[in-house]
């Protein structure tokens, strides 16, 4: 309260999250995130969101900035330390939140667990444009490097804690997906699916099969649900998803899937 609101020196991104590609009726972008197709540089700007403080414009920016100074280290940097499983649930599994702990700002390791918990909800948003660039780049970068014999890929998708990590690591038979397939694409809910078509567009390239699946769940229970929910999240991890995101990503990002399926 009191804080004014910062300019951004790359303009900010205001998306229409439901314009729609026309060949293929899937939303091109959301409300944070890159869109569907950007893995930049280039372009040599990453997104600015609308409405952010002083502090929490700084966060963002410094992530950004250092991002694009020399992204190759960020991804490598990402890429050693899910490989020495400090960060993620394997070394073949990409998803956004997880780039998210490459912020200093964001994953305040060095405090108290109720300062580290304020500060990943603080600032959960401001650095998801830069984190998403990370995971994309270090995905496709993980790509290149398949074997042969393991030139599969798979994509979750479903709506903001829908559970999508949790149902493949406990279904039955696809338990030890991660270990078996080549790389896994956690997508985070809030981009509402819409990396599907860049995703499928990018393993054609290389001669790899996709399989997308989506994890559905009762966005009314998953927002309140005191043994796993959003808000329940929130007080356990410090990760807050604001209700407008949320609703978005069961709204729009189902639809998108749905669309996505009957191509």
Known sequence: EGEKLAPSPHGVYRPDPHRTDPETGITTRSRVGLPAKLVPPPPSKIPRLPNLTDKEREVESKFADAYLKDPDKMVDDYLDRLEKKEIGDAPNIFNTDDAKLLSPDYNAYDKSDNEAKDARSTFNVCVHQTANAVAKRAFLKYLDGLPENKKTVLVTSGGVAAGKGFA??????????????????????????????????ECKKRGIKATFVYVHADPINTWENPERGVVERAGKKGRMVSARLYADSYAIGAKNFKTFADL
Do not use: F, H, K
């Open 168 to 201: 493949i690591a406990n279904a039955p038979g696809t338990s030890e997906l991660a270990a078996r397939i080549g790389a896994v694409w956690d997508s985070a809910g809030e981009q509402n699916a819409t990396e599907n078509p860049w995703i499928l567009e």
